[in-house]
């Protein structure tokens, strides 16, 4: 059995951009210019926004040897939104970078997307934006949420309470 590989060099860095991000469908009114530009353009309309990032690298957050491509991509996203849903809000967007040696090909950052844009469809938010560059060795991740709230509706980790469950 022949497993497919196509070299990323191939693509250079904006055809590899616009190979991943070529199905994103914009879902939220909040986001107005999203992957494709220097920046992604967001308004909240009058709502407050939180922000949260998180960096995973290989062999210290994960280990490709037992963990796939596309569950790191979802896990990538979710360990964001729970960071803004902890401060009472509603994830909107997110911005993906990645360091990527040559040890991978096409068909794994593909299958690593489909864990990402699998979490983005789960919780209704856009892939907006992000960076590629190379890695010497090794994968990293940095992914940027952000989410809105009423004003003065953010919970603090200092002044979080606790939940009464009733059963």
Not at 19 to 38: C, F, M, P, R
């Amino acid at each position: 059995m022949s497993i497919e590989r196509t070299e990323l060099s191939e693509l250079g860095e904006f055809g590899l951009i616009d190979h991943l991000t070529k199905n994103i469908e914009l879902q939220n009114a909040s986001s107005i210019v999203g992957v494709g530009d220097d920046a992604a353009v967001i308004d909240h309309f009058g709502k407050q926004t939180v922000v949260t990032s998180d960096l995973l690298l290989e062999g210290v957050h994960f280990d490709l040897m037992y963990t796939p491509l596309k569950h790191l991509g979802y896990k990538s996203v979710v360990v964001n939104l729970s960071d803004v849903y902890a401060m009472n809000a509603i994830p909107t967007q997110i911005i993906v970078s990645i360091g990527i040696s040559n040890r991978f090909g096409l068909e794994a950052l593909n299958e690593f997307y489909e864990g990402i844009y699998a979490a983005c469809n789960a919780y209704g938010v856009d892939l907006v934006g992000g960076d590629t560059t190379t890695s010497q060795k090794g994968f990293v991740i940095s992914v940027t949420a952000l989410g809105e709230v009423a004003p003065d509706k953010f919970v603090k980790r200092s002044t979080a309470q606790k939940a009464i469950c009733f059963a």
